[in-house]
């Protein structure tokens, strides 16, 4: 189960915002898409350039890059259109 007690956490006022991370591959024209919605929506977030096997090791292999993660919350693949 992925550490998310290293989630980045913002504080504004008495209001706690958790970041989203955002691990990908250095190339990656999907990860690229999801980069260019999050400027649009203005959105603060992490970029975690990782590898497949790093990636598999850390989320399972039920999870592929690109794969976004919120508190304790994984999502990649087609589940990222929803999120």
Do not use: W
């Not at 970041?19 to 024209?29: D, I, W």
């Not at 929506?41 to 096997?53: N, Q, S």
């Amino acid at each position: 189960m992925p550490n998310f007690n290293s989630c980045r956490r913002v504080r504004i006022h008495s209001i706690i915002f958790y970041m989203v991370k955002l691990y990908r591959e250095q190339t990656s024209p999907q990860a690229d898409a999801i980069e260019a919605e999050f400027r649009e929506m203005v959105l603060g977030y992490d970029r975690v350039i990782t590898d497949p096997a790093e990636a598999e090791q850390k989320f399972g292999s039920e999870h592929s890059l690109p794969v976004l993660t919120n508190n304790e919350r994984i999502v990649s693949g087609d589940a990222i259109r929803a999120y």
